[in-house]
């Protein structure tokens, strides 16, 4: 079971590796290391090394599993590449990978799987009625981990994902300048 649990963890890591390096530019370090960790979350990021929720590689939790690696691949372009205030701008590493992780979606299964999952992460956040934060607000302004999950990842990608169109080449060119700019 656990080999079998490594194994999906390293191909969905590779895949996740291989879409961003096509959105974003080359992945910049010469490993990728990933742990699992018995936490309450479901990853953490750091240069080069991701830690994964155990929760998330029980049989049967694939696509939980999926989710998770592609996120937290993508800090290695949205945090550990390119750093960001996690304080004081969460959205700015957080907002952006979970538009990445939206767009590792619908490069690997389409566009009906990718708008199933924005009505879960994106669209329901945005109907929610939450306190009067933004994904801008720093991170001591939210009282509840839901509440910052919602503004922060579930608003913030929807504020790039309604960029996407008014941006001349979409927001993958835009965030592949960004990280070729500002990288290091």
Not at 60 to 89: C, P
Not at 113 to 132: N, Q
Request: hydrophobic share 45%.
């Amino acid at each position: 079971r656990e080999e079998a649990a490594a194994r999906r963890m390293l191909r969905y890591a590779r895949q996740a590796l291989e879409t961003f390096q096509a959105l974003y530019g080359a992945y910049p370090y010469a490993s990728y290391t990933l742990c699992q960790a018995d936490f309450p979350f479901g990853g953490m990021e750091y240069a080069a090394f991701a830690l994964i929720g155990g929760d998330y590689l029980a049989e049967g939790r694939q696509d939980s599993l999926e989710l998770i690696l592609a996120h937290e691949t993508a800090h290695q372009w949205f945090y550990a590449l390119v750093g960001s205030d996690q304080w004081n701008q969460p959205w700015q590493d957080e907002a952006l990978c979970e538009y990445a992780m939206l767009r590792y979606v619908r490069a690997r299964y389409g566009q009906g799987s990718f708008e199933t999952l924005r009505h879960y992460r994106v669209d329901e956040p945005l109907r929610e009625a939450l306190p009067a934060l933004t994904p801008a607000s720093p991170l001591d302004y939210f009282s509840t981990l839901h509440d910052y999950t919602a503004v922060v990842y579930g608003r913030g990608a929807a504020l790039a994902l309604a960029l996407e169109e008014a941006l001349p080449g979409g927001v993958d060119a835009f965030l592949r300048a960004y990280v070729e700019k500002f990288a290091f």
